[in-house]
RNA sequence: GGCGGCGUAGCUCAGGUGGUCAGAGCAUACGGUUCAUACCCGUAGUGUCGCUGGUUCGAGUCCAGCCGCCGCUACCA
């Protein structure tokens, strides 16, 4: 009998930064689904890894005077360093850098070149030398045709790149998620692709030219292959394909890639349509979950306000943060993240409900029975009641993971577990204990050790050391990890006469030392985002006069100013109009960034940004403490 | 500005297709218990279900408008 597969997979990370909360959510939830599959006898794959091309790779090595490969390595091992601190049981790990995907790459792409899906096609339009891009016609004919910033004329210029027949997919596309509801999930999600894909989709460009950290097209070595391709496809060369076709036989198509929202689209749309191409299978499902969003505003890296897993768990303690990870938000909605939330989390339902649990059973079982589990006697109506609330536990729990409701999943145990502490109180072992009824002690404890059976067992997928403390207070012999589901679905695996052995609380309670009411909430613990002073030096920040200011037709908050910055009047598109009236502007001196690269805002050309400063509700202009030179560098 | 979503007890949120849908957990108060990590069990709440109209015998639940948030996007460079 061959055992189901089970193939997972997370996105692939890319290195340029540090991890963060949101990317161990991800993988930790990915983990926990992976290990349920396992326990339920599944065989399964489950695979992460990193997307280590492209230009910002690129730059970010030439930055610190490194080749990429010198650059991304440390970065990668890094993230390995969090998975396995996370306890991340993945079964492989990809690098997009690695030959076995470099192959699978170009032979995809070779692939769906040849059958016609790509072709070499032409970019064209009007280019900066200085800037390095193009610009649309109607770009073009605003400027003149001439570039401000580099002051050259812009060239006409065509360059050969090449694009994916996305286009003629849309109505298989389309199809097939009509026809597999399970397809894109949640349901939100799936709306959202429908829309995309009916409002119409245009053949990728999936080749570059202007950069070349990335793996050539191999039948056009100056073209290197741009992310779609190259990243997405790790989900082949993962479970191996072209390498090993027992494995890739075995558990392609995947069985759920899971990703976040933001990147539903990739893998709803574009994804599935080169697999098409390819005459492969399409995956079973893509499931996008929300963030976790900072209190007070979304988690960014510029911001500096990134929560550090690895803090997180020094601090707490590994199981505490998956399980709020897993528990506070369903999965799937955005949810907010502090951690006054998660000391609550810890504090109740771990503390409090299970750690209390466990350690009350143990010490009553010690001081009543002398640590023995006796053998239970006639069962009376409150145990049999307890012992089906036990036995329909698993089922809830298999139920939420399926759907992918991993906080439901952990709310049955949860349920379990309060219906085992109110068991107690209902059958008071103490008082049968005065009343030296032992056939009623050994009952009631049989029955708790039963539960907390089943609970260490139903959490193994979600914690992975608690399940492993109660299996040993418990005296069972080997790990919870390895009961099998089957264990789950009978009563009666505990051995009469097994001794228990009482050990340290599970999970301490979490001290706040905050004042009585109405405090503030505890600081969220974040790593700010350091720069070098190198970095801040590559901004031109000068001091300019202002000598001319307009409204915008049509644009209700922007003016365009004229500044002098001394060595030449610059054209800077401001969105102050809500503050500022054009009148009371002109003679006031302003920081402006004289370096920004411009850009065309409602039809005008930008060449700066003046600087302000705005809390929300006001805007002020940054302005120098008495009359500066035009020109003058600020620092 | 456009598109999408949301606004339900102090807090976080559940509430297919309109009629026990006014709920859960946390926090709070009170009671119980004493095996236990000042824990557990029970009870009690409070809510104009954002506002205003409308459809209906009847609307958190449908429609319109408004207000306020959030996301994406655009004119935040």
């Not at 069962?379 to 906080?407: C, H, K, N, W, Y």
């Amino acid at each position: 009998m061959t055992r189901p597969t089970y193939y997972i997979t997370t996105p692939i990370y890319y290195p340029s930064n540090r991890l963060h909360i949101g990317h161990a959510y991800t993988t930790v939830a990915a983990d926990a689904v992976a290990r349920f599959k396992r326990l339920q006898g599944c065989d399964v794959w489950f695979l992460t890894g990193t997307d280590e091309h492209g230009r910002k790779i690129e730059e970010r090595a030439a930055q610190e005077g490194k080749t990429p490969r010198e650059f991304v390595d440390p970065v990668v091992a890094g993230i390995k360093e969090l998975w396995q601190l996370l306890h991340i049981r993945y079964d492989d790990f990809i690098r997009t850098t690695e030959e076995r995907h470099v192959r699978v790459v170009q032979e995809l792409f070779t692939r769906v070149h040849q059958s016609g899906d790509i072709y070499a096609g032409e970019y064209e339009g009007w280019y900066c030398v200085g800037c390095e891009t193009y610009f649309t016609d109607t770009q073009a004919k605003d400027m003149d045709g001439h570039c401000r910033e580099h002051d050259r004329p812009l060239e006409r210029l065509r360059e050969r790149a090449y694009f994916f027949r996305l286009s003629k997919y849309a109505g298989r596309l389309l199809r097939h998620i009509e026809d597999h509801p399970g397809f894109i999930r949640p349901e939100s999600r799936r709306n959202e692709v429908l829309a995309l894909i009916r409002g119409g989709l245009e053949d990728l460009c999936v080749s570059r030219t202007s950069f070349s950290w990335g793996i050539p097209v191999p039948f056009d070595p100056q073209h290197v292959i741009y992310v779609w391709f190259d990243a997405l496809s790790n989900y082949l060369s993962g479970c191996g394909y072209l390498q090993d076709e027992t494995r890739y036989g075995k558990y392609w198509p995947a069985d759920l890639h899971l990703t976040g929202k933001e990147i539903v689209r990739f893998h709803a749309v574009i994804w599935p349509a080169i697999l098409m191409a390819a005459g492969l299978a399409l995956p079973k499902c893509v499931f996008g979950h929300g963030w976790l969003v900072l209190e007070g505003g979304k988690m960014s890296k510029t911001l500096g306000n990134v929560v550090d897993p690895v803090v997180l768990v020094g601090k707490y303690g590994l199981d505490a943060v998956r399980y709020f990870l897993l528990r506070e938000v369903p999965f799937g909605a955005d949810g907010i993240y502090h951690e006054e939330a998660l000391i609550a989390r810890s504090n109740a339902d771990l503390a409090n409900d299970l750690g209390n649990l466990v350690h009350r059973t143990l010490a009553m079982i010690k001081r009543f029975q002398h640590g023995i589990v006796a053998a239970p006697v006639r069962p009376e109506a409150i145990d049999d009641q307890f012992r089906e609330a036990v036995l329909a536990t698993p089922a809830a729990v298999e139920q939420a993971v399926d759907g992918l409701e991993l906080s439901n999943a952990l709310g049955a145990i949860g349920r379990l577990v309060s219906a085992s502490n109110k068991y107690i109180d209902t059958t008071a072992p103490w008082a049968h204990f005065r009343d030296g009824n032992e056939g009623r002690l050994a009952t009631i404890f049989y029955h708790l050790c039963e539960a907390l059976r089943v609970v260490a067992v139903l959490l193994t997928p979600f914690l992975v050391e608690t399940p492993g403390k109660i299996w040993q207070c418990l005296g069972l012999a080997g790990h919870p990890g390895e009961q099998g589901w089957e264990s789950l679905t009978v009563w009666g695996f505990t051995r009469p006469g097994s001794r228990v052995q009482e050990g340290p609380p599970l999970f301490p309670r979490i001290e706040t030392s905050r004042p009585a009411e109405g405090g503030p909430p505890p600081k969220i613990h974040v790593e700010p985002a350091t720069v070098e002073i190198d970095d801040f030096r590559r901004l031109d920040l000068r001091i300019g006069t202002i000598v001319e200011a307009q409204a915008m037709p049509g644009a209700a908050r922007l003016l365009r100013l004229v500044v002098d910055v001394g060595a030449a009047r610059r054209q800077v598109v401001a969105g102050i109009a809500g503050e500022y009236e054009p009148g009371e502007l002109a003679g006031r001196q302003v920081v402006v960034v004289v370096n920004l690269k411009p850009v065309k805002l409602r039809g005008v050309e930008s060449q700066g940004m003046i600087l302000t400063a705005g809390d929300g509700d006001r805007l002020r202009l940054l302005v120098p403490d008495g009359p500066v030179k035009e020109g003058s560098p600020v620092s």
